[in-house]
């Protein structure tokens, strides 16, 4: 792999999206109410690093194997950490969240045995559309806890009664869904991935 393989803006910008999961965690257990709200903006920020690095990497021919395997890394860490958070904080039933944690490291392990067998795993479009509704779900979630303090800090709860119990379960009606695609992206990639294997 050469140099110029690894410094590709696409590349970087889905380095910058794993950089960006720590302190989007920190900023999400804060107790500061409008810092809690940047957690959100920093989240969007990441996402929004999802929605260019492909289409960056495409426009200017820098697709490159390590951006191939980055650009899906990246998604994964960004959700997980969110998604394990909102366990954390009560949000989300765990037992929604372990099978969608549990998917993406057997498809990163496949993905990193097919390198070593100089095959590539691309990523299916089944499985964009469940990592575009994991960001769109933990997006929804993270505008609900920043509504609720915003209207805590104000005092307007009494008005808009966004309390736990509403949030808790919105949150797990879309992990529902996202539960759902997961599950079926995971199956679709094991059976190609077994297919594809057993053809070689």
């Given amino acids: 792999m050469s140099k110029n393989d690894l410094l590709t803006w696409p590349n970087a910008l889905s380095t910058l999206r794993i950089f960006l999961t720590p302190l989007f965690v920190l900023l999400l257990f804060t107790e500061v109410w409008y810092l809690k709200s940047m957690a959100f903006v920093v989240f969007v920020v990441a996402a929004v690093t999802d929605f260019f690095d492909g289409r960056l990497a495409r426009s200017s021919d820098r697709i490159t194997p390590l951006g191939r395997f980055l650009d899906p890394l990246a998604d994964k860490i960004l959700v997980t950490a969110a998604l394990l958070a909102f366990v954390w904080g ?31 795993l691309a990523t299916s479009k089944l499985a964009k559309w469940k990592t575009a509704t994991q960001l769109f779900a933990v997006a929804i979630i993270l505008v609900c806890i920043s509504l609720q303090g915003f209207l805590e800090r104000f005092d307007w709860l009494r008005v808009v009664p966004l309390d736990d119990d509403a949030i808790q379960l919105l949150s797990n009606g879309l992990m529902g869904a996202v539960l759902l695609l997961t599950v079926l992206s995971g199956l679709h990639y094991l059976f190609r991935s077994n297919f594809t294997f057993n053809k070689s």
């Fill in 90 to 120: 009560g949000l989300v039933h765990v037992w929604l969240v372990v099978p969608v944690v549990v998917r993406d490291v057997v498809i990163t392990g496949l993905r990193l045995y097919s390198i070593y067998h100089g095959r590539e």
